[in-house]
């Protein structure tokens, strides 16, 4: 079976290292198709929009999406664009997978944490943003909804048990926001009351940052609100060597859209010398999405075994290859 897939080069690096996916991708002799739709400051370039509607349009006719970083401007447009697609196509599920590779900045050589983050609403969203005339109140509305709430804690229960995890923790801060977080909880422990095969504790998001950096080894699936699963995401992202091996994807009803978390790094761009390794990563989980795990799993397995060989890797992995050479590496082990 063949698949298209709309696809964004992105900014600074973007484009080097969806060229170094997509060998990789080839290599594995997928029957995918690529349509390729820009976003970002080279759509500005080209069509006066940072986000025109061929790309838009392109990702609602294959409802599937993978996207290198982008470059928001400073002082107009949207406040980010990632967060203007996840609104557009309802992109309410936000899936950080956090593991262990071999030679690695890694702090721990056996993380494996999928931290689940709602997308859509809360904090992060910067609804009701306004600061006084005199400029010295600034004030935000944060809203959390029962259908949010319940939305993504089932996402993520539904989770654990497809894929054979034992464990879901619900991080708040229900003790003092008591009506945002409040909820949430709240709702978290109804649909929880639903998976009796799945294990579930409850952790409030501070004391979960200094007990993932303690004893990290507890957590298996993170499921929380939008702001503290940025937070707690990149804090795990930190725990196994960093953004350069943190892929995201970003899945709603009618379509998902998979990338690299980290920015578009302009100071390294057009050097060659790019990480691919999130971008891949955002690959595999994508193959998951197109039912085909055992491609996904082959993928990660080429990848562990690229980084434990030492072959061709990048300058920030300790190594002195550069993007294309160690995405060819990856690809002679697919």
Do not use: W
Request: charged share 20%; glycine share 10%.
């Amino acid at each position: 079976m063949t698949h298209t897939i709309a696809v964004i080069r992105g900014d600074g690096i973007g484009p080097e290292i969806m060229d170094a996916t997509l060998h990789v991708l080839d290599a594995m002799q997928l029957g995918l198709n690529y349509e390729f739709v820009e976003a970002g400051m080279s759509a500005l370039e080209k069509h006066g929009n940072l986000l025109p509607q061929a790309t838009l349009d392109a990702i609602a006719r294959h409802r599937i999406a993978l996207k290198s970083p982008l470059t928001t401007p400073v002082g107009g447009g949207f406040a980010s664009i990632n967060v203007e697609l996840r609104k557009r196509f309802d992109l309410y599920a936000n899936v950080r997978p956090a593991i262990s590779f071999p030679n690695t900045k890694a702090r721990y050589a056996d993380i494996d944490i999928i931290t689940v983050r709602e997308n859509t609403e809360g904090a992060y969203i910067g609804e009701g943003q306004q600061v006084s005339a005199d400029g010295a109140t600034a004030t935000l509305q944060q809203k959390v909804t029962r259908k949010g709430s319940e939305r993504i804690v089932r996402y993520a229960f539904d989770m654990a048990r497809r894929i054979g995890r034992k464990k879901v923790t619900i991080v708040h801060k229900a003790n003092i926001l008591k009506s945002t977080s409040g909820l949430f909880l709240k709702v978290a422990r109804e649909v929880a009351a639903q998976y009796p095969d799945i294990a579930c504790n409850e952790m409030i998001v501070d004391n979960t940052c200094m007990q993932l950096v303690m004893r990290p080894e507890q957590f298996d699936v993170i499921v929380t609100t939008n702001l503290f699963g940025d937070i707690v995401s990149d804090l795990c992202a930190g725990l196994v060597g960093g953004l350069g091996l943190a892929p995201g994807a970003n899945i709603g009803a009618d379509a998902a859209i998979f990338e690299a978390v980290h920015g578009s790094a302009p100071d390294i761009a057009g050097q060659g010398i790019a990480n691919p390794c999130a971008l891949l990563l955002g690959a595999a989980q994508m193959l998951d999405h197109l039912a085909l795990p055992g491609d996904a799993a082959r993928l990660r397995k080429a990848i562990r075994s690229t980084l434990a060989d030492q072959d061709a890797l990048t300058p920030d992995l300790g190594g002195s290859g550069n993007t294309m050479g160690f995405a060819r590496a990856i690809a002679t082990r697919v």
